[in-house]
């Protein structure tokens, strides 16, 4: 019995310390729950991932970014309760290894494609067509969707912490990074590297080094983007070995280094490991010419001259002697050497000679090493035919009339150069040995540069013009009897550029309804700049309508005799007079009154109506007026047709005399009214002669 009931006591107290036990563990395993939940929780929110000083830069980037009310697991955590155990245990794990001081001092993470493309964040992005990226129309399809360069990409690959402070952002060097990275061949990919591919036209005309220039006129003439944007990249985005070797200590892995599929597949497509944890940058943009950058003193460069140092200088507006920079608007825009050298029009030697003229050739020392006498090279050449593809016939006789301006500077002042520099005293600090050196210098800058001022016109002049101003100082030093005025023989300068372009201008003979019109007289000897005729904001156009030259040719205070209306009015006072080279003589009767019996006195002059015919003749006189004109008009309109229609028919003499004759209409513009009957003798005559009558 006791044996009994001390078994049921020992059971009682087993069950009460159960019972004890249960109830504590449960409540031990609710606490712990709490507890842990609680640590999750807190642990889970991005404030947390704050506690670590090396995610600092990362936390303050992420508040600053268009992720700020997106929790930092809802993007390093994969969408799944598995995939999250697995990401809060690999942060506890950074947890541990940061309190241990094991831990490395640049945190790295993965963000995977599905945590970008759950449902609520960006699962439509890649049918939504394409988006802005700053001036760039980028789609998402295209690179998601596709390989790109036989790879696949991630959300990652160009989605990245790239610059500290932009958290997840895109930085344009990745995109670089692909379109123009070489490819096996060393050669960039041209589908991938198509400006067209990314950019548009400006569709509005912008203002370009202080001109208005728009893209749909040279667009349109099939001129390329790189033509006038070059360079427009910079490096190549090589790989250094050592880059590996920051990474892996395995000589098996770094000798894979040229394997770039398996480098790619591990390092993009399976990783998120950035370009430029790798590669060295590429730039893109409008990146600084380095056409005025000589070849280099030292070495070599002190004794062999680099051929193209001197159409560098000349491009970029510099290296002359007692002459301002002056860059040509083709530098300022960007036009690089290729643009215009396409060799369309064959290649051409260029070069100085191959030896410099005996009485300078130890003093010739001073521009690239050895003053541009060397041997000469071969270029892809250049020409008219370079010009208008850019911008159009408008520029046609440009190049040539720049080349006949500054090449007859060229051959005007070599020999004075050569004349004088026997006279010129050298010793060391002379004035006059400067003054020869640089005269000097600028002329064969000009010269080596090959182009006769096609490659900066007004700059090349600006110099040759320094060099006569020295060698008129050098003149009136040592030979003043010889009486040099080199300076004086240049061409007009405009004051607001105009002769930047149009250095010929003086030499220009044009017509102005129907009259010869000498842009010599009026620029050189009245001192009219153009801006006087022509307007300065819309190229080329008159300032005033050109009825209105008058205003000035009949003042009175003109520079010549207004009464002498033959100054100006040759065709029609030869017509007036009968006097018309190659015809004869059939003068007007009103040829003895002169011009002023109709037409006025200076300075009221007008041009009548055939109602003041009367005032001086009988009545039904003023209708004649109209019956010469209309019969003109139909001889003229005979003529012309008969001209074109007798081609290959008629003599050579024949068309000649009615090609004359209709000039020597159109130069009067009377339509016979200064004289009727020789006007329609001539076209009458050169009708028959076309006839062979």
């Avoid at 208005?212 to 070995?241: L, S």
């Avoid at 017509?575 to 011009?595: T, V, Y």
Wanted: hydrophobic share 35%.
């Amino acid at each position: 019995m006791r044996t009994s009931w001390r078994r049921r006591r020992i059971r009682e107290r087993v069950l009460t310390l159960a019972g004890t036990a249960l109830v504590v563990g449960v409540f031990l395993l609710a606490l712990l729950s709490v507890g842990t939940y609680g640590t999750v929780q807190h642990t889970a929110r991005s404030e947390f991932c704050n506690s670590c000083h090396i995610m600092e830069p990362y936390y303050e980037s992420w508040q600053a970014s268009s992720h700020k009310d997106v929790a930092c697991i809802e993007c390093h955590y994969e969408p799944g309760v598995l995939e999250t155990f697995e990401g809060k245990f690999k942060a506890l794990s950074q947890l541990a290894k940061y309190v241990t001081r094991t831990a490395g001092t640049k945190p790295w993470a993965e963000v995977s494609d599905q945590s970008c493309m759950r449902s609520g964040c960006h699962s439509v992005r890649m049918l939504e067509g394409p988006v802005d990226f700053g001036r760039v129309k980028f789609d998402h399809r295209h690179h998601l969707l596709e390989s790109r360069r036989g790879r696949r990409l991630r959300c990652v690959s160009c989605h990245s912490q790239i610059v500290q402070g932009e958290h997840f952002t895109v930085s344009d060097s990745v995109c670089f990074a692909c379109h123009f990275m070489p490819g096996p061949d060393g050669e960039r990919v041209d589908r991938l590297g198509d400006c067209l591919l990314c950019h548009r036209p400006p569709e509005e005309p912008l203002e370009v080094a202080g001109a208005v220039f728009d893209h749909a006129e040279y667009v349109a003439r099939g001129v390329g983007c790189t033509e006038c944007h070059d360079p427009a990249t910079q490096g190549r985005g090589t790989v250094g070995r050592e880059r590996c070797q920051s990474c892996h200590s395995e000589v098996g892995r770094i000798q894979r280094i040229d394997e770039a599929p398996f480098i790619h597949q591990i390092h993009v497509t399976d990783h998120k490991v950035e370009c430029f944890e790798c590669h060295d940058a590429i730039r893109h943009g409008l990146l600084p010419l380095e056409a005025s950058k000589p070849s280099d003193a030292e070495g070599c460069g002190a004794c062999h001259v680099n051929p193209h140092d001197a159409p560098r200088l000349v491009y970029a507006g510099t290296g002359a002697a007692g002459v301002e920079d002056d860059p040509s608007r083709m530098y300022e825009t960007r036009v690089t050497c290729r643009a215009c050298h396409t060799g369309r029009t064959g290649f051409q030697a260029v070069g100085a000679p191959s030896e410099p003229p005996a009485e300078t050739a130890h003093r010739a020392r001073d521009f690239g090493g050895a003053h541009g006498f060397g041997p000469r090279s071969t270029v892809a050449s250049t020409g008219e035919a370079d010009c208008i593809h850019c911008h159009g016939t408008g520029f046609d006789g440009m190049l040539s009339g720049w080349q006949a301006v500054v090449g007859a500077q060229i051959d005007r002042l070599r020999p004075l150069l050569e004349e004088i520099a026997p006279r010129v005293p050298f010793a060391e600090g002379d004035l006059l040995g400067a003054l020869f050196l640089e005269a000097q210098r600028n002329l064969e800058l000009i010269t080596v540069d090959g182009s006769r001022g096609a490659h900066n016109p007004s700059y090349a002049l600006a110099a040759l013009r320094a060099s006569a101003e020295r060698l008129d100082r050098l003149f009136a030093e040592l030979e003043p009897a010889r009486g040099v005025s080199a300076a004086e023989g240049f061409p007009f300068v405009s004051a607001h550029g105009c002769s930047t372009c149009h250095l010929d201008a003086e030499r220009l003979e044009v017509e102005v309804h129907a009259r010869p019109f000498s842009h010599e007289r009026h620029l050189r000897q009245e001192g009219i700049d153009c801006s006087t005729c022509h307007a300065i904001d819309v190229h080329g156009a008159p300032s005033f309508p050109r009825q209105e030259c008058a205003s000035c040719h009949h003042s009175e205070d003109a520079p010549f005799d207004a009464s002498e209306c033959g100054t100006c009015h040759a065709a029609q006072s030869g017509m007036l007079a009968g006097k018309l080279l190659g015809f004869e003589g059939e003068p007007d009767p009103m040829a003895d009154l002169g011009c002023s019996a109709c037409h006025g006195e200076p300075p009221e002059i007008f041009r009548p109506k055939p109602a003041l015919c009367v005032l001086c003749h009988e009545p039904g006189y003023d209708a004649m007026q109209g019956q010469w004109q209309t019969r003109t008009a139909e001889l003229e309109a005979q003529l012309r047709r008969t001209l074109a229609q007798s081609a290959g028919e008629s003599s050579a003499e024949a068309r000649e005399v009615a090609r004359r004759a209709l000039q020597a209409i159109d130069r009067d513009g009377s339509l016979g009214v200064h004289n009727p009957k020789l006007t329609h003798l001539l076209l009458e005559r050169a009708l028959q002669a076309l006839r062979g009558e």
